[in-house]
């Protein structure tokens, strides 16, 4: 606001320069998105001028050498009409509607110059007829596109019509007046004056329409109701003040503002979480490469995996305790906020974002460190701990592939205590097998079946996916590139116990898991 004050100050001290004189009246500007340009449109109540009696003019603002120069000109021949002027930010141009009043004079209809080479040339523009009812109008742009409010119909001696409003379209380079569907049966108060004589003291325009950034607010025809239209969903409210739909119009601004900080959080969380885990590998690299090189490859193991495993369950704790419970408290914060019925879908879709995130994080925690482990007191075992968490492995793999997996106890299998430390690696060598059928086995089914045999439980994870060659297998056993299979044969070797892969191509693949109990 500040900023065209001024230009329209400064315009009036240098009006003598460009053909201006004191029956000039500044009526409309516009200022590219950059603050460079900025364009005036001009009524000039100099009889003897018809040529340059109606004009737009553009002024660049920042180089105060360069004064205005006329962008474009009309001629009127009887009375005289008004040009409006907008900008439009998304093609960097500034559009000049002009209507004519006299029929012998056919200059009327859309003008838009776009930038050319840093500048707006007179001799570049397109042009666009406008609808043969469009009388005098408005343009103005907003952040949803370019309107124009115009006086409709064909004129009947007195002013009796009132104003419509429609959306500006492209074609190519033609610029199209298009109804929009709420508005067609809407009319709204006349934009011009109403007075038998006009006066240099009346306004030109009225203030009976705004625009607001995603938003028009116009007086009803019946000049005591205000509407409010909503650019972005196209929807239409009625109040009973002017003040009541800028109120309203300012809570959807902030509403929508609220919301897409909500959306901004949780993308931020998740790039967080994708962080943890990129600290999580340079933790582990670092203390590799820190391994003594003389110690031996099983207590290497062994160290490797007791860091692998406090880390993870430092960062189950810490997202349950701070990250799931602040993303709880803005989903409840999501649902008590009030929005108007335009907004609810909004509201109930990022309300099933943040419910999706706190799901997807929960599972993350729980594969980090379930809490059968994290509750699992060194040296003893309950009972339904080993099968409780191959249950819950079996579980997550159908839920997230679509693929069943049965889990089966022999009968009078003999549940036995376990330490922490032959849990834990049996529970990561399943949830690795469960890992590699998703990525590479194409299973329609896979099942886990654990039993007693001597001394010992076995394991067993069978597919029936395309399997490999025992070649295949004994190459990533001894390969330093695919560490799956060799993550899996480390760790039941570090308790003590035996892996088989068994398989062969287009025949499944069955790993089988022997741990002594003693």
Known sequence: MMRKIFILFLLSLTASLFAFDRQSIIHGAATSSDGEWTAISVLNDDALDLDNRESVWIYRTNAHWDFPFCLISFKSQKGWSIPSVCYDRENDSFIVYHHCWTRENNDGGF???????????????????????????RLFSNDCGIYIACIYGEWSGKEDRNTK??????????????????LKNMEFAHLDWRKNKFSMDDPTFRQ?????????????????DWYHFNCKTETLTTFSSKEEAFLYDESLSETENSNFSIVQFILVFMILIL????????????????????????????????????????????????????IRVIRLEIENIK??????????????????CIIKLRNICYNLAPAELVNHSE???????????????????????????????????????????????????????????????YATQTSIFIKNEDDSI??????????????????????????????????????GGKIEFISSQDDGMEIRIEITVN
């Open 208 to 224: 009976v329409i705004f625009s607001t950034s995603r938003g028009i607010i116009a007086m009803d025809a019946n000049e005591s």
């Open 458 to 495: 076995v394991i067993y994870v069978t597919d029936d996916g395309i399997g490999c060659s025992q070649e295949t297998i004994n190459h990533s056993l001894n390969s330093n590139e695919h560490l799956g299979l060799r993550s899996m044969h480390d760790r039941i070797e570090l308790i």
């Open 275 to 326: 962080a943890i885990f990129a600290l999580i590998l340079i933790f582990k690299l670092k203390h590799k490469n820190a391994m003594p090189q003389q110690i031996d490859r099983k207590k290497k193991n062994q160290f490797i995996f007791s860091i692998q495993e406090k880390e993870r369950a430092k960062i189950s704790r810490d997202i349950h305790d701070t990250v799931i419970q602040d």
């Open 111 to 137: 003008f838009e110059f776009p930038r050319v080479n840093g500048k707006y040339n007179p001799n570049d523009f397109f042009y666009s007829d406008a609808i043969s009812n469009m009388g005098v109008a």
């Open 379 to 441: 040296g003893d075992s309950s009972k339904i701990e080993l099968v409780s968490i191959i249950n819950s492995l079996a579980q997550q793999f159908s839920k997230k592939t679509h693929v069943p997996c049965h889990v089966g106890v022999e009968e009078g299998f003999e549940y036995p205590v376990l330490k922490r430390e032959v849990t834990q690696n049996i529970f990561r060598v399943v949830q690795e097998a469960l890992t590699n059928i998703e990525k590479h086995s």
């Open 165 to 182: 409003i429609f959306k500006l379209k492209r074609d190519k380079n033609k610029l199209i007046p298009a109804e929009i569907d709420s």
């Open 339 to 356: 929005v108007h019925d335009e907004s609810k879908n909004l509201q109930h879709k990022i309300e099933d974002i943040a419910t999706d």
